[in-house]
């Protein structure tokens, strides 16, 4: 059973579309992170967030984490072919955030 | 150039046979690990170091040793591999609290 469960698995869209990727847990977590990885690549960090309720916005994504710290989305404005890739969500179990535990990732496919 | 580097980045070998996966990172941080993704199981952290000779355990540490005499230097061994390690390896780099956090190309093993 995975700690943190990420929704959807899949998602192929239209340019131009919005999307909203969600992370959800059980477990209380003292920061958040998004990455995103391509074929033959290593996870790139996207965001960190820190605070409940905490919103940040990297261009045309905006993530938030939820007010009791468990779960977090990610939303894609007017999506292009160029955020095609696996989105994943991370939570760190610790305050140092050395122990990190991954969300089986969102494969986001947009076409033009 | 800020980056992590894995070697080798490909790997076959039989069961039993020892093997050190190297990694090094050339950004001065503290904190380094390692991690494996699987289909359907997403990436899960085997083992962190929060800095030079401090090393812990991650989610699946069998099988598996590290160590970290230097802190630029955090390798992976697998004394006896087994069939069931074959996967897509990553290391990481980091800063406290992981507000940033680099990953490696990522290692491909194939233990027969």
């Known amino acids: 059973t995975q700690l943190l469960e990420q929704s959807p698995q899949f998602l192929s869209i239209q340019e131009g579309e919005n999307l909203t990727v969600y992370c959800n847990s059980s477990?209380?977590?003292?920061?958040l992170q998004w990455y995103r990885q391509e074929p033959g690549e290593g996870p790139v960090l996207l965001v960190t967030v820190v605070t409940g309720g905490e919103v940040k916005k990297l261009k045309r994504l905006t993530f938030q984490f939820g007010d009791a710290r468990k779960d977090s989305s990610l939303h894609i404005t007017a999506a292009q072919p160029g955020d095609t890739g696996l989105y994943l969500c991370?939570?760190?179990?610790?305050?140092?955030?050395?122990?990190?535990?991954f969300g089986e990732g969102t494969q986001l496919t947009v076409n033009p | 150039e800020a980056q992590v580097t894995q070697n080798p980045r490909y790997l076959i070998t039989v069961t039993g046979k020892k093997l050190t996966v190297t990694c090094s990172q050339n950004?001065?941080?503290?904190?380094m690990s390692w991690y494996r993704q699987d289909p359907g199981l997403g990436l899960r952290q085997i083992y962190y170091s929060m800095n030079v000779e401090v090393t812990d355990k991650g989610d699946v540490p069998e099988g598996y040793k590290v160590s970290r005499k230097e802190k630029r230097n955090f390798p992976l061994i697998l004394e006896s591999p087994s069939p069931n390690q074959t996967s897509l390896y990553f290391c990481?780099?980091?800063?406290?609290?992981?507000?940033?956090?680099?990953f490696g190309p990522g290692t491909r093993l194939l233990v027969l």
């Open positions: 990481a780099s980091g800063v406290f609290r992981l507000e940033t956090q680099y």
């Open positions: 950004m001065n941080h503290e904190y």
């Open positions: 991370a939570g760190a179990l610790s305050a140092s955030g050395s122990r990190l535990t």
């Open positions: 477990s209380v977590f003292s920061s």
